[in-house]
């Protein structure tokens, strides 16, 4: 099966970039449908390295539904300014698990007015139960859309040292004027 996303971010592609790295964020989108919890030792990291990432899923944020495991990677030889996430992992059990193959990517770039254009694709298969899992994941990555859409004006933030810096600047140019 395959379920798409092109979607229009209210943000800037290097803030729509650190959001769809971030974990905190994966879990602001599921919600309250889902959460996750952290197996890994140091528990979730600020920003998903490559590599493997064992997780608990978390029915309505709080029944045990299942274990799975985020195998980021960001694959590379893509068009300028276009960045990708590729989230090859799979629940191990759960209903879930139902799934033989899990190939996860979202690509983010920018769009001339300032925007973000972001593009999801999942190509998952569950074999013989395609059918019946087709719709309610179809349906889960709408909701995926929607709360991106809302989420994404929040990401916008000066990292820290530019908001000073610019101030600095602009005070710098209006005394040379």
Same mark, same amino acid.
């Given at each position: 099966?395959?379920?798409?996303?092109? $979607?229009?971010?209210?943000?800037?592609?290097?803030?729509?970039?650190?959001?769809?790295?971030?974990?905190?964020?994966?879990?602001?989108?599921?919600?309250?449908?889902?959460?996750?919890?952290?197996?890994?030792?140091?528990?979730?990291?600020?920003?998903? %390295?490559?590599?493997?990432?064992?997780?608990?899923?978390?029915?309505?944020?709080?029944?045990?539904?299942?274990?799975?495991?985020?195998?980021?990677? !960001?694959?590379?030889?893509?068009? %300028?300014?276009?960045?990708?996430?590729?989230?090859?992992?799979?629940?191990?059990?759960?209903?879930?698990?139902?799934?033989?193959?899990?190939?996860?990517?979202?690509?983010? *770039?920018?769009? %001339?007015?300032?925007?973000?254009?972001?593009?999801?694709?999942?190509?998952? *298969?569950?074999?013989? $139960?395609?059918?019946? !899992?087709? !719709?309610?994941?179809?349906?889960?990555?709408?909701?995926?859309?929607?709360?991106?859409?809302?989420?994404?004006?929040?990401?916008?933030?000066?990292?820290?040292?530019?908001?000073?810096?610019?101030?600095?600047?602009?005070?710098? *140019?209006?005394?040379?004027?």
């Amino acid at each position: 099966m395959r379920v798409l996303l092109k $979607l229009t971010l209210d943000c800037d592609a290097d803030a729509a970039w650190r959001a769809i790295r971030s974990p905190a964020v994966l879990r602001e989108v599921v919600a309250p449908w889902l959460d996750f919890e952290s197996l890994e030792a140091e528990g979730f990291p600020t920003t998903w %390295p490559e590599g493997p990432h064992r997780l608990r899923t978390l029915a309505f944020g709080i029944a045990p539904s299942g274990e799975e495991f985020v195998d980021v990677s !960001y694959p590379g030889g893509l068009p %300028p300014g276009v960045r990708m996430l590729r989230d090859g992992g799979g629940a191990v059990t759960g209903p879930l698990s139902a799934f033989r193959s899990w190939d996860h990517r979202m690509a983010v *770039s920018p769009l %001339p007015d300032g925007r973000t254009l972001y593009r999801d694709q999942l190509r998952a *298969s569950a074999g013989a $139960l395609d059918a019946l !899992y087709w !719709y309610p994941t179809w349906a889960f990555w709408q909701y995926r859309g929607r709360r991106l859409r809302q989420l994404a004006p929040t990401w916008a933030y000066d990292p820290p040292g530019t908001a000073d810096a610019a101030r600095a600047e602009a005070r710098a *140019s209006g005394a040379a004027s």
